[in-house]
């Protein structure tokens, strides 16, 4: 199968995907009731749309194609006001975080879908394993070959989007010591991590060509790389946050985004280079395991400095950007959360407060839910 | 005693004669332990009923439950007759308790604000207890009963046995919407019941009432509710300071038992329902003490100890005595149960969110039926006799309704769960 041509759409344009976590209202535990959910939420009201994932204590929501802060916010409000109700219906809680603190993964069952149970006999336990959380944003670009030079581009900011979104410090029932433990389960899987350096659609194409040759890719979807182009909507898709705890900090991870991508669309201050992805791993690794007190190794000039004052420098970069975009409440939120931390160190937090972990997981549903 | 309008001569046996030959070599050594402590002749069946339940799940995958209760059932005066009803009357209090604990766990499991989140549930709980009462009054009415009796076993066959339905989740582990909603329906169709019952004069209209009884009627059920609900919410309290002071993992099952002694107890002697208590006390509890409340299954191993004798002896207490007389009786009050029922959760299932298939899993699962009626008859559980001009016959038919569904009852309830809508799994086989 041939890769598609790239649809054109119209430049930062913003979608958010959401994958959720349904949760028994006695223990809060993970619990299999997708089904449920969905015919409940079957006449909802908005553009936005919600689907199954891969294990069925998974849920998955997208919203339409947006373009500001406000309505983005807006819309995740909506969406989250209806499916609390819905939930609560239904009798369960639904809740953010890139991992359960405590389910076990041989416990969750597959969605029965072509696709799922596809994975599921390909992968074996990695796709019960795979029950992660993650926001994925959509933003649009014109053609192929700005897709793949704005995927490279971003690459060296990739710390940054783990390290604000990082939710996961829990997986069963002990705290791993890193701010993403979820990104560990998504590079188990053999095709993540990042995309080749190629900076034209046509070139990119000739290596999916191979790939597809040797059977080991049958689409796009096979690859589960950090950043992906998608070329039937005519996006590039980052995929390495963790569902945030709260849908205002998803918008605001979404247009900080938008607006870097802006910033490096517009002034262009460096060109990307396969020599960037020579630090790659390691500035990934420090904002897994350290969140926000990471630090990061400059792919061009060899700094080191801390992932929180790269942030910084960052936004007040972006902030022009951000200003004709409309979306400077979300660069406040994100300054905000580099002081109060990220949502893994309100995790923490809560947990010396109240030792259950089931306490905790249900204060995370409560701060998700209206 | 269950069965008060016992036959003038005993029924012909319903077994061939060389089972009679069988039953009457044990009957013997039986009769001698028996002379030498009555105690024991229960203990031996438990025993019994061990083993037979054992065997019955490694070989058939059938619920243990389900061993227990045949075992009392084949030993009960129904079958062989190896021991008589009177014999379990030193276990009473035990048994009292076992039920009083399955009844505290199902109020910890019980989320009362999901009555508020989602009004087609409280309304469809409320229509099932209903439309299966009213269905039963109907079809006994139709084929002959007096209407007053009618009404006293149309009250009882509203409710679901809340001890089956407990017990059976608790060996299965079932997760999802429809064992969900199980242990809320059957616990509010037995609060239901129990009011019902209370208000059975008034409701029957046995003879004229005047505006001052029934309105002390009223007010005794109101009260009785009332104080239950109150005693409720202090245990409730109680478990919670309690709970704090002494937190450590190993005296909290003990603890609970206590609590669940004194509060059977106290409701008891005060003249309270029991089961509203106890319920109400574990909703307390749960939302009080939130994820500090860990309840054991059965509350240890003593609950599950005493629960075994307390299935085993609702099937010492099966009859089927006049059964060839009352048959259409008994089969109405089946059907017309399971109709109802059924009507009132197809009904409300769309709105509130359940598909036909859990619908139907739903309908099945409720169907086990409540002991209340073997209480109220039997004396037990601190109901004195609530039912004085209540027809013999039409009691007698409702208990062996009772009978039925209760020696099925597991089977009512766990097939559904695990075939219809895949909420509980099968039991890894035991390697030995």
Not at chain 1, 103 to 117: K, L, V
Not at chain 2, 37 to 58: M, T
Request: charged letters at 20%; aromatic letters at 8%; one cysteine or more.
């Amino acid at each position: 199968m041939a890769l598609e041509t790239f649809t054109a759409s119209q430049p930062l344009t913003l979608g958010v995907e959401l994958e959720l976590q349904l949760l028994d209202t006695h223990d809060f535990d993970l619990t299999p009731r997708a089904e449920d959910l969905l015919r409940e939420l079957t006449n909802h009201s908005g553009e936005w749309d919600v689907k199954p994932e891969i294990t069925r204590s998974m849920i998955e929501i997208g919203t339409s194609i947006q373009r500001a802060f406000t309505p983005l916010r807006d819309e995740l409000r909506d969406l989250r006001s209806q499916m609390s109700r819905a939930a609560r219906k239904v009798n369960i809680a639904i809740s953010g975080g890139g991992t359960h603190p405590y389910q076990h993964w041989s416990e969750q069952r597959i969605f029965p879908t072509e696709r799922f149970r596809y994975i599921s006999e390909l992968y074996g336990y990695l796709a019960k394993q795979f029950t992660v959380f993650g926001q994925h944003v959509h933003v649009g670009v014109p053609n192929g070959d700005e897709a793949l030079w704005l995927l490279h581009a971003l690459s060296r900011y990739v710390p940054h989007f783990i390290a604000l979104a990082a939710s996961s410090p829990y997986v069963q029932g002990v705290d791993t010591g890193f701010h993403s433990a979820r990104l560990n389960s998504v590079f188990a899987f053999p095709l993540s991590g990042r995309a080749p350096f190629v900076l034209t659609w046509e070139g990119f194409g000739q290596f999916f060509d191979k790939m597809t040759s040797t059977g080991v890719v049958q689409s796009m979807k096979d690859f589960y790389w950090d950043i992906r182009p998608k070329p039937e909507y005519g996006t590039i898709e980052l995929r390495v946050c963790d569902t945030p705890l709260q849908v205002d900090k998803a918008a605001a991870l979404a247009c900080y985004l938008q607006s870097l991508c802006r910033y490096l669309r517009e002034e262009r201050p460096f060109e990307p280079a396969e020599d960037d992805y020579l630090v790659y791993t390691f500035n990934r690794f420090q904002a897994c395991r350290f969140g926000l007190d990471g630090e990061i190794v400059d792919p061009k000039s060899k700094q080191r400095s801390k992932l929180r004052d790269d942030i910084i420098r960052t936004l007040a970069r972006i902030e022009p950007h951000a200003l004709d975009l409309q979306g400077l409440d979300a660069c406040n939120l994100i300054r905000e959360s580099l002081t109060d931390g990220n949502d893994a160190t309100w995790l923490r937090r809560q947990r010396r407060e109240h030792p259950p972990m089931a306490a905790l997981v249900e204060a995370a549903a409560a701060r998700w839910m209206t | 005693m269950p069965g008060a309008s016992a036959a003038a001569h005993p029924e012909p046996p319903l077994y061939p004669q060389i089972v009679d030959w069988f039953v009457t070599l044990l009957r013997a050594p039986l009769a001698g332990l028996r002379g030498a402590d009555p105690v024991l002749g229960l203990a031996v069946v438990v025993l019994a009923a061990l083993v037979l339940a054992s065997l019955l799940h490694r070989r058939l995958r059938l619920p243990r439950l389900l061993g227990y209760l045949l075992v009392g059932a084949i030993a009960s005066p129904a079958a062989l007759g190896l021991l008589q009803r009177t014999d379990i009357d030193p276990w009473k209090p035990l048994i009292d308790l076992a039920v009083a604990a399955l009844v505290f766990e199902l109020g910890t499991r019980l989320r009362p604000r999901w009555l508020l989140d989602n009004r087609w549930l409280a309304a469809s709980s409320a229509l099932e207890a209903i439309a299966a009462g009213v269905a039963v009054w109907l079809a006994l009415v139709a084929l002959g009963a007096p209407k007053a009796s009618a009404a006293a076993a149309a009250a009882c066959a509203a409710a679901t046995s809340p001890v089956i339905t407990m017990a059976t989740f608790l060996e299965a582990r079932p997760r999802g919407q429809v064992a969900e909603r199980l242990l809320m329906l059957s616990a509010i169709n037995c609060v239901l019941a129990i009011l019902a019952i209370k208000l059975w004069p008034v409701l029957a209209h046995t003879r004229v009432l005047s505006a001052p009884e029934s309105l002390t009627l009223l007010a005794n059920a109101g009260a009785v509710i009332f104080g239950s609900l109150l005693l409720g919410l202090a245990c409730g309290v109680l478990l919670d300071r309690l709970g704090r002071l002494h937190d450590e993992a190993a005296t909290m099952p003990v603890l609970q038992l206590a609590l669940v002694i004194v509060a059977a107890l106290l409701a008891t002697a005060w003249g309270l329902s029991p089961f509203v208590a106890l319920l109400v006390a574990g909703m307390t509890a749960r939302s009080r003490m939130r994820h500090r409340l860990t309840v054991q299954p059965y509350l240890g191993s003593a609950g599950a100890a005493l629960t075994v004798m307390l299935f085993v002896s609702f099937g010492l207490l099966s009859t089927v005595e006049d059964w060839r007389a009352l048959w259409p009786w008994v089969l109405a009050i089946v059907l017309a149960r399971l109709i109802g029922k059924g009507a009132a959760i197809f009904a409300t299932a769309r709105p509130s969110g359940l598909s036909w298939r859990q619908a139907a899993a739903l309908t099945l699962a409720l169907q086990p039926m409540s002991s209340l009626s073997v209480m109220l008859v039997a004396d037990s559980f601190g109901w004195r006799t609530q039912l004085p001009g209540a027809e013999p016959a039409v009691i007698q038919a409702l208990l062996i309704a009772t009978t039925l569904m209760q020696l099925s009852g597991p089977l009512w309830t766990l097939w559904p769960l695990k075939r219809l809508v895949g909420e509980a799994v099968d039991d890894e086989p035991h390697e030995r």
